[in-house]
């Protein structure tokens, strides 16, 4: 099993960028298909952006064209740069690994775009 950790979270103003890091250790972390997801106050999780272990990556449409998730096998570390932040991109961003039956989830790290 992999183990996650997120960090990056911060308070931006409208507009403003962020950039999400998730360390992983403890398996091959190339292996894994990763995941960004978030949950907003009073909401179900939802998934940001996804990346295959081949590198194929998909959006939510809510943020295609201002988020990009990468991943740097050689680090161990996913990414998922943010820019053109809004207010209702505000939530707790939480990593995902996925692997046949194997997934894991870091503790999260708090987003909050406000002016």
């Known amino acids: 099993q992999v183990q996650l950790v997120e960090s990056g979270g911060g308070l931006v103003q409208p507009g403003g960028s962020l950039r999400l890091s998730c360390a992983a250790s403890g398996s091959i972390f190339s292996m894994y298909a990763m995941g960004w997801y978030r949950q907003a106050p009073g909401k179900q999780r939802e998934l940001v952006a996804h990346i295959t272990s081949g590198g194929s990556t998909n959006y939510a449409d809510s943020v295609k064209g201002r988020f990009t998730i990468s991943r740097e096998n050689a680090k161990n570390t996913l990414y998922l740069q943010m820019n053109s932040l809004k207010p209702e991109d505000t939530a707790v961003y939480y990593c995902?690994?996925?692997?046949?039956?194997?997934?894991?989830w870091g503790q999260g790290t708090q987003v909050t775009v406000s002016s």
């Open positions: 995902n690994a996925r692997r046949g039956p194997f997934e894991s």
